[in-house]
C-alpha cells in the first residue's frame, strides 16, 4: 500500500527558531509532493508544489526564503520553518501523489511560543 | 466562487444511522478524491472516484461527473467514524479543497 510517513509530528519551537520538518513515501514514487498548511480553523493552504528535477512552485503568500523545500528523490521531501512565529502554527502536511491520488501521513503540528 | 462546496458543515448521528456527505465542485476542480481525517491530524485517503460508484467496506463515494456532485456515504455508523471527511478536487495538479464535514457518532 500507499503510506507517508512525516516526521517530527508535534514540534514546539520558540518564536524565531527554526523547525524542519521531513516527508516519506514508502512503498511508491511520488511523481509530485504538496506541502500544505491547516490551519485551527481546519482550512488549508497550499504552501508549494514540489516536483523531483523541476523548480519548486510556491504559492503566493509563502516564500523559499521563509520556507525552504529539499526535494531530492522521488520518496523524500523536506521542509524548514524558518524564523517561527505565532502566525505560522498550525498543520503542516505533506501530500505525496501517486498516479491520480494524493496520499498523506500524520502531518506535523507546530506550536510556536 | 468556491470551486468545492461540502455540506453539511457538521452532522451528528447515532450510533448504527447511516451517514450522507456531499462535495459539489466547479469543473475546473475535477478527480475527485475524499478524505478523512481523523481527530489527531492524520488525513488518510478513502477514494479517488472522478466518476461513477466506488466502495470500500461501509463506504460508498457516488460521483456524477456531468452534475458536478458526489457523495459519500457511511453506512451503520460505528463511533470510531467521528471525525472530519474532506473531499478534494484537482486543478492544475493542486488540490482544490471543500471546508469539511465535521462528523459526531454518539454512542
Known amino acids: 500500500g500507499a503510506l507517508v510517513y512525516q516526521y517530527p509530528r508535534r514540534t514546539i519551537c520558540k518564536s524565531g527558531t527554526s523547525m524542519r520538518m521531513e516527508c516519506q513515501a514508502v512503498?511508491?514514487?511520488?511523481?509530485?509532493v504538496a506541502w500544505y498548511r491547516q490551519s485551527p480553523q481546519k482550512t488549508f493552504e497550499l504552501i508549494a508544489l514540489?516536483?523531483?528535477?523541476?523548480?519548486?512552485?510556491?504559492e503566493q503568500n509563502f516564500t523559499q526564503e521563509k520556507f525552504p523545500i529539499s526535494h531530492p528523490n522521488l520518496s523524500f521531501s523536506s521542509m524548514t520553518v524558518l524564523n517561527a512565529y505565532l502566525e505560522d502554527r498550525g498543520l503542516y502536511l505533506c501530500g505525496a501523489r501517486r498516479a491520480e491520488r494524493l496520499f498523506f501521513g500524520h502531518g506535523t503540528k507546530l506550536s510556536v511560543l | 466562487g468556491q470551486q468545492v462546496q461540502q455540506s453539511p458543515a457538521s452532522l451528528v448521528l447515532q450510533e448504527g444511522e447511516n451517514a450522507e456527505l456531499q462535495c459539489n465542485f466547479s469543473?475546473?476542480?475535477?478527480?475527485l478524491q475524499w478524505f478523512y481525517q481523523h481527530p489527531g491530524g492524520r488525513l488518510v485517503s478513502l477514494f479517488y472516484?472522478?466518476?461513477?460508484?466506488k466502495h470500500t467496506g461501509r463506504l460508498t463515494s457516488t460521483t456524477v461527473t456531468n452534475e458536478r456532485r458526489s457523495s459519500l456515504h457511511i453506512s451503520s455508523s460505528q463511533t470510531t467514524d467521528s471525525g472530519t471527511y474532506f473531499c478534494?478536487?484537482?486543478?492544475?495538479?493542486?488540490?482544490?479543497w471543500g471546508s469539511g464535514t465535521k462528523l459526531i457518532i454518539k454512542p
Open positions: 478534494g478536487g484537482d486543478s492544475n495538479y493542486q488540490l482544490i
Open positions: 514540489s516536483t523531483v528535477n523541476s523548480a519548486i512552485k510556491y
Open positions: 512503498g511508491f514514487q511520488a511523481t509530485s
Open positions: 469543473s475546473t476542480a475535477t478527480r
Open positions: 472516484n472522478p466518476s461513477g460508484t
